[in-house]
């Protein structure tokens, strides 16, 4: 099968080539999946699970890419919930070959059934915005309706998913980015909007909750935003600055079948739009991933035409 690997920590996406390797086999409570859309997130190439396994050992040349929808092509042994056939979606394990390939194995819990009626480049760019927007919300951060929500990068793959599910959540949501973010941060569903170049963070007074993926500065002065009982929730490594009187947490994204079955229901009735900026081919994944071809959102390749 055709695959990314990464084989060289230093050189960045300069070290990701285009070759071939066998294709997997599936484990006991494994799949196998013949992937038609695979989700990237450029900052994986830093993560330590790319480059070696859970005892710290080599593992390269490795394959990246940790989301996907495909289709099922065969069971490993013990394997239940899933049959032959049927097409899915869901985030793979940080520490095995990841999505970038032709076919991968998964553990089967890790997958959830993508309906006929959503595309997989729409089901690929689900499982980390989706499930880490979910987990930060709801699971971590206890959001309940009538509560504010600062969102740091609302207009991104991730921030987007934030918003839109924290506004149907009944929260009032103010957004933050650059000032070009603005419009695409309101459409999200942002009541407000923070530029963060232009204009004070400060002025907006408490929130209950603060969704952090920027981290640094911003992280540290988001803190003190938060009101005695909040909870600022981080994505981007250990907190730097407490609240007062509140929770900080940090937290890494879990597959989750529960939660993707009912991020993948509000897409197709309409309550929840992903945020797909670069799709492209598998041939053309490398070139991609360079920060000045990719448009902003979510970056996809399509594995299968």
């Not at 970038?100 to 890790?110: D, K, P, Q, T």
């Not at 309906?115 to 980390?128: E, K």
């Not at 929730?233 to 890494?252: C, N, Q, T, Y």
């Not at 041939?283 to 990719?294: E, I, L, S, T, Y």
């Amino acid at each position: 099968m055709k695959a990314i690997v990464v084989t060289d920590q230093a050189a960045g996406t300069a070290g990701m080539k285009l070759v071939e390797r066998p294709v997997p086999q599936a484990a006991i409570n494994d799949v196998l999946v013949e992937i038609h859309a695979s989700g990237f997130v450029p900052n994986e190439l830093t993560w330590a699970p790319t480059w070696t396994d859970r005892l710290d050992r080599d593992r390269t040349p490795s394959i990246p890419g940790h989301e996907l929808a495909g289709v099922v092509t065969a069971l490993g042994y013990g394997t239940t919930g899933l049959s032959v056939g049927q097409r899915v979606f869901g985030l793979a394990d940080w520490h095995r070959d990841g999505t970038l390939a032709e076919s991968v194995a998964i553990e089967a819990r890790n997958l959830a059934p993508l309906p006929g009626d959503v595309d997989f480049t729409v089901g690929a760019s689900l499982p980390i915005s989706g499930l880490t927007a979910w987990q930060g919300l709801f699971v971590h951060g206890r959001l309940q309706p009538g509560q504010s929500v600062l969102v740091h990068g609302a207009a991104g793959a991730v921030g987007s998913m934030v918003t839109q599910l924290a506004k149907e959540a009944g929260a009032h949501v103010i957004g933050t980015g650059r000032a070009a973010d603005r419009q695409a941060a309101l459409d999200f569903g942002a009541q407000e909007f923070v530029d963060l170049d232009n204009d004070a963070l400060e002025d907006i007074g408490a929130v209950d909750l603060v969704f952090d993926v920027i981290g640094g500065g911003i992280g540290k002065r988001s803190a003190g935003l938060v009101r005695a009982g909040g909870i600022l929730v981080s994505v981007v490594g250990p907190v730097e600055a407490r609240p007062d009187d509140g929770l900080a947490i940090d937290f890494v994204v879990e597959a989750d079948r529960a939660q993707l079955t009912e991020i993948v229901q509000r897409v197709r009735d309409g309550r929840l739009r992903p945020h797909i900026g670069t799709v492209a081919t598998l041939d053309d994944a490398v070139a991609a991933f360079n920060p000045k071809r990719r448009r902003p959102g979510k970056t996809i390749i399509r594995i299968r035409p």
